[in-house]
């Protein structure tokens, strides 16, 4: 990694990657996550639904609509953590690579490498 240095004091020990795009990045890839895993169109992610209906299968009917529904929210959750993590580590990248704006801690300024 090469250095970063503050334009105004010329320091690089106490910068600080401010993260725009990752926070929104995360936002929006848990959303987005859990509706994929809700509606199970994504890969893997519909197992939850699948397992939860069988499961709620040993009780006819009523009981595999409870096991989609319970088996959809797991699905949704899985969803929304798959996402969220991508969205974080694109988010992080566009920050670092693209926005690549810092904060510095001594001197409070900012700037963009
Ligand atoms: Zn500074």
Do not use: H
Request: hydrophobic share 40%.
């Amino acid at each position: 990694m090469d250095e970063i240095v503050c334009p105004k004091c010329g320091r690089s020990d106490k910068l600080f990657l401010i993260s725009t795009i990752q926070k929104i990045g995360t936002a929006v890839g848990g959303g987005v996550g859990s509706i994929a895993g809700y509606f199970g169109r994504g890969s893997g992610v519909c197992a939850g639904a699948v397992i939860g209906a069988r499961i709620g299968s040993i009780v006819p009917g009523v009981g595999t609509v409870a096991g989609i529904a319970v088996g959809g929210l797991a699905g949704a959750f899985a969803g929304f953590f798959t996402g969220a993590a991508i969205g974080n580590y694109v988010g992080r990248y566009i920050d670092k690579n693209v926005i690549a704006q810092y904060r510095c801690g001594r001197c409070n300024a900012t700037f963009n490498r």
